[in-house]
C-alpha cells in the first residue's frame, strides 16, 4: 500500500510558526473542540460520531457463549478496532499499523479496564453460559484526533445498546428474541471519555486540544486523559519523546474535566431524544422487560 | 425499516477518499471507498491491467469465507465494467462497509462471526458502481442490481423483490442479478432450488427493475406510479438521478 505522504517542510513549519502565534489553522482556540456531532442508528447500539471531518461508527452487539475458565463469573466484553483503507488507503486488512495499536490499547484501558461496563452481569450461568458484547469501532474518515471520536462512540454505542432479555426456570435458560420481549439494557455504571491534548514547540510548551491530522503530524509529543464527569482519572497516557512541565499537564486535565462534562451533558441529552424518539404512543414504559435498581 | 423504502444516497461523503457514496435500501445501508488508481502491492501488481481490489467488512464481528466470497464475485464483476486495461501495474480499492442491515425480530443471531447475507450483495454493487462514478474512475458502462426470491406460499409460486431476511428464510431459492447499462446481464448469482422455467421468471422480473427504458419512465406521471407499483423501483432512473443532482449540486457557481 502507498505510504501516508509527510507533510512537507514548508507545511510543517508553517502550522508550527502559526501555533507559536497563538493561530490555529482552523481558527479554533486552543482549547476548542471541533463541532462534535452524535447520531443513533435505527437499531440498537449504533452510533455514528463525527468530530470536524473524523467520522467513527461504533457497533455493538451481543451473544451467548461460554465465559472464560479462569473468570466464570464474568461475561465477555471486547472492543474490536480495525482500521480499514477506507480511513487511509495505507492502512491494511490485516496488518495493524501503530495507530491501531495505541487506538485498541487507550480504549481498552479507558473503557474496560476502569469498569465502565459490569461484566458480572453478563454472567448468565457461572461456568457456562454468559453474554459476549462486542464493539466495533469502523473509522470512516480520519482527519485527526481518532481516540477521542472513537471512546465517544464506543460508550455512547453501549449505553444505546439493547441486549434480548433471558429468564432462567427450573435450570433451563431462555432468551427472548425481540419480538417476544423488549430488549434490555446494559448494567452501566459509568461513562468514561478520553481527551487528548497535543504538544508542540520544542520543549513542548504549546498544549492543543482535538488536534487535526496535519497538526497531529507535526506535533511532538500528546497526552491522553480518560474521566468521567465526577473527575475520576481511568488513565493518563503520555506518548511522544519531549517532556511536559507537570504544571502545565495539571492544568491539561482541569481542562478536560470541563470537556468530559460537556460531553456527558450532550450525551445524555441525545440519549434522552433517542428515546423520545423510539417511545412512539408512549408504551415504553409497559414493554420495559427491566426491573429497576 | 420497510422493506420497500425507495432507495436513498449521497455521493462524496468521506472527505479524504478519492470517491464515495453512501447508499440505503430495502434495510442495507452500505458506506464504500474507492481509492484509485493507486500504486499496488507487488503481490498485487498485473502488468497489462489494473487490479481491482473489494473489500466487503460487515458492520458487527470479523469478516469470514462469506465476506471473501462475495469479494470474490464483486470483483470480477466489476472488473468487467471498469476500464482496466487504462492503468497497468495499478490498484483500484474499493471498501464496502455495511453499516446496517435488516433484522430478524424472529432469532437471535450469532454474531462473532458475521455471516452477511446474501442478499446485501445488490446494495454493495450499487454502492461499489456510485463511488467508482464518485471518483470518476474511467468505466464502459454502469451496473444495476437487484435480489429476487421466489417462494412458494400454499402451493402458488411468489417472487419477492428485495427480499426481507424473513422472506429470505422462507424463500426455496435466492437471485441476485446485475445487469449494465446496455441492458447486458453482468452477474447471476443463486442460492436454493429453482427450474429453468422459474430463473427465466426472475430474469424477466431483474430485468424490469434492472433495465427499465428511460422512456417509459417520463411519460406521464400516472404510468411512473403505475410502473412502481407493478416491478418494484426503477434502479437505473434512481442511478441517473443521484449522478444529475449530484452534478448540480457541484458546478451549481457556473
Request: aromatic residues 6%; hydrophobic residues 40%.
Amino acid at each position: 500500500m502507498p505510504r501516508e505522504a509527510e507533510p512537507s517542510l514548508n507545511e510543517k513549519q508553517f502550522v508550527a510558526q502559526a501555533l507559536q502565534e497563538n493561530l490555529r489553522l482552523d481558527g479554533r482556540e486552543f482549547d476548542q473542540y471541533r463541532p462534535l456531532e452524535l447520531s443513533f442508528g435505527d437499531q440498537y447500539g449504533v452510533a455514528d460520531v463525527t468530530l470536524g471531518r473524523t467520522r467513527v461508527l461504533a457497533k455493538a452487539t451481543a451473544e451467548v457463549t461460554v465465559p472464560y475458565a479462569d473468570r466464570p463469573l464474568d461475561g465477555v466484553f471486547t472492543i474490536a478496532t480495525e482500521l480499514s483503507p477506507m480511513a487511509s488507503p495505507s492502512f491494511e486488512v490485516n496488518r495493524p499499523t501503530e495507530t491501531e495499536v495505541l487506538l485498541s490499547r487507550l480504549l481498552e484501558k479507558t473503557v474496560r479496564r476502569s469498569g465502565a461496563l459490569d461484566t458480572e452481569s453478563l454472567c448468565l450461568v457461572a461456568g457456562q453460559k454468559c453474554w459476549s458484547v462486542r464493539v466495533d469501532v469502523h473509522v470512516l474518515a480520519h482527519d485527526g484526533n481518532l481516540i477521542d471520536a472513537s471512546c465517544a462512540a464506543v460508550v455512547a454505542a453501549l449505553r444505546h445498546f439493547r441486549k434480548p432479555d433471558t429468564s432462567m426456570d427450573a435450570g433451563v435458560l431462555t432468551v427472548y428474541t425481540p419480538a417476544e420481549r423488549e430488549p434490555v439494557p446494559l448494567s452501566w455504571l459509568h461513562s468514561p471519555f478520553c481527551v487528548t491534548w497535543s504538544f508542540f514547540g520544542e520543549e513542548g510548551d504549546i498544549a492543543v486540544l482535538d488536534a487535526t491530522w496535519l497538526e497531529e503530524q507535526v506535533r511532538v509529543g500528546s497526552c491522553t486523559v480518560s474521566l468521567n464527569k465526577h473527575g475520576e482519572i481511568c488513565q493518563i497516557a503520555k506518548l511522544g519523546g519531549t517532556p511536559v512541565d507537570a504544571v502545565a499537564l495539571l492544568q491539561c486535565t482541569n481542562v478536560a474535566l470541563a470537556r468530559v462534562k460537556e460531553f456527558s451533558d450532550m450525551l445524555d441529552a441525545k440519549l434522552a431524544e433517542d428515546a423520545k424518539r423510539r417511545d412512539k404512543g408512549g408504551f415504553m414504559a409497559e414493554l420495559r422487560a427491566e426491573n429497576d435498581r | 425499516m420497510t422493506a420497500t423504502a425507495a432507495p436513498e444516497a449521497a455521493l462524496g461523503v468521506l472527505p479524504r477518499a478519492d470517491g464515495s457514496a453512501k447508499y440505503s435500501h430495502a434495510g442495507y445501508t452500505v458506506t464504500a471507498s474507492v481509492n484509485g488508481p493507486i500504486e499496488a502491492q507487488r503481490r498485487d501488481e498485473l502488468a497489462s491491467e489494473a487490479h481491482v481490489d473489494v473489500i466487503v467488512r460487515p458492520a458487527a464481528g470479523v469478516g469470514g469465507t462469506r465476506e471473501r466470497h462475495l469479494e470474490v464475485i464483486l470483483q470480477s464483476s466489476l472488473s468487467q465494467i471498469i476500464l482496466v486495461k487504462n492503468f497497468p501495474r495499478s490498484l483500484i480499492q474499493i471498501v464496502l462497509q455495511v453499516e446496517d442491515s435488516p433484522e430478524n425480530d424472529y432469532v437471535n443471531t450469532k454474531i462473532v462471526q458475521a455471516s452477511l447475507n446474501f442478499a446485501v450483495m445488490p446494495a454493495l454493487m450499487q454502492t461499489a458502481v456510485l463511488a467508482l462514478l464518485s471518483a470518476g474512475v474511467p468505466m464502459k458502462a454502469t451496473a444495476t442490481a437487484t435480489a429476487v426470491a421466489i417462494a412458494r406460499v400454499d402451493g402458488a409460486k411468489k417472487i419477492t423483490v428485495d427480499p426481507s431476511p424473513r422472506d429470505i428464510e422462507t424463500a426455496q431459492s435466492v437471485h441476485v442479478l446485475a445487469f449494465t447499462s446496455h441492458d447486458e446481464l453482468l452477474l447471476a448469482e443463486s442460492e436454493g432450488d429453482f427450474t429453468i422455467g422459474e430463473w427465466d421468471e426472475v430474469y424477466e422480473t431483474a430485468k424490469g427493475i434492472c433495465c427499465r427504458p428511460a422512456a417509459a419512465a417520463k411519460e406521464g406521471m400516472a404510468m411512473v406510479l403505475d410502473d412502481d407499483d407493478a416491478g418494484g423501483t426503477d434502479m437505473r432512473q434512481f442511478l441517473r438521478s443521484t449522478m444529475e443532482s449530484k452534478v448540480a449540486a457541484d458546478l451549481h457557481w457556473k
